[in-house]
């Protein structure tokens, strides 16, 4: 009983965290991206959007692999794999464009 339990919560933080959860990449994946690429931003600003980047593709890697382990294997991955490729240039663009500005910015106004 409590291994399917822990499977099914493995599953359901793996399914937030996925590309497969349209939702989640406001609420979950992009603020934890920024979090991840703090450091780097520290470091040097030019670091921002490939620290994010990384970071928003490990939310993502994370995702499938909690689901991976709590599941026996993984779903249409191609089609996944495209929506976080689809993602991640929007989010790119929404960085580029200035919508998601680096710490420094913030802290500089």
Known sequence: MTRKVVDSA??????????????NDLVVN??????????FTLLHES?????????YWLTNLLGFLLMHVGFSGMRDFKQ????SLLYTLL?????IGGMI?????????
């Open 10 to 23: 493995l599953v359901v933080i793996g399914f937030i965290l996925s590309p497969l959860s349209w939702w």
């Open 80 to 83: 996944a794999l495209f929506i």
């Open 30 to 39: 992009v603020p934890l991206a920024y979090l991840f690429s703090l450091p």
């Open 91 to 95: 989010v790119a663009m929404l960085v």
């Open 47 to 55: 670091l921002f959007l490939p620290a994010f980047i990384i970071g």
């Open 101 to 109: 500005p680096p710490l420094t910015h913030l802290l500089t106004k």
